[in-house]
């Protein structure tokens, strides 16, 4: 069984190409996954200088690439659901270069809007219209009236 899920940020906006001949879209980008640690080892950790997190190389194909490169950014927080690929090539110096990378087959956008932090926290659920005055239908309501 090849199957990954992961929560992260963007270290980098997007890079988006097209595959010659075909003109299949391919975006890639690196995410950050937070290491589960203890307080305790985190402050450790950086006060060593050293990653709290992992750095994952992620692909994405066809209109869900076009998607990514269009509306994700740097800092914005995706949740990835895909499968490992190992591939390798040779480089411009003919050496061997090995890469493992998470090919992504859903990328579910946790976080919309001009900051990365926008739709986090409660000042989002305490906010009148919470951002959703231009949906039809929907019409915002006050805490005070929610039964629970």
Known sequence: ????????????????RYIPNTGTAVSTFSLAVDKPLSKEKRQEMIANNQPTADFINIVVWGKMAENCATYLAKGRLVAIQGRIQSRSYDD?????????????????????????????????????????????????????????
Do not use: C
């Not at 069984?1 to 988006?16: F, K, Q, S």
């Not at 493992?100 to 989002?124: I, K, Y």
């Open 1 to 16: 069984m090849n199957h990954v899920v992961l929560i992260g940020r963007l270290t980098r906006d997007p890079e988006l």
């Open 92 to 148: 411009k110096e003919g050496r061997r270069v090995y890469v493992t990378e998470v090919v992504a087959n859903n990328v579910e956008f946790l976080e919309w809007g001009d900051s990365p932090n926008r739709n986090t926290g409660s000042d989002f659920y305490d906010s009148p219209d919470a951002g959703f005055s231009g949906i039809e239908g929907f019409h915002p309501t006050d805490n005070d009236d929610i039964p629970f």
